[in-house]
């Protein structure tokens, strides 16, 4: 299986957690259409992201996996059903 892996760094600049939020969020748009106009064939595709420090710092940004991982791993979320207690 590939692992492709692209990153934006910005260095020298203090931005608040709402710019750090939005600029990720930008940029998880941006890379999901440069993906689809790459062309990339992808079977079944799953997306990961987010843009919330405080859960999961490691997990800013998004992955998208693909083949047979990414079915698996859907159908454990869906068994989740994407419920978290507050």
Known sequence: MARN???F?????????DQQSHIAGEI???GLA???SAGAKL???LALGHA????RPEWYG??????PFAEDLGQKIN??????PR
């Open 28 to 30: 998880q748009k941006a």
């Open 9 to 17: 760094v910005v260095d020298g600049v203090d931005l608040t957690p």
């Open 43 to 45: 079977a079944t595709p």
């Open 52 to 55: 919330n420090l405080k859960l």
């Open 62 to 67: 998004i992955w998208v996996i693909d083949g």
């Open 5 to 7: 892996e692209f990153r």
């Open 79 to 84: 068994d989740l059903g994407f419920w978290m």
């Open 34 to 36: 440069a993906l689809s």
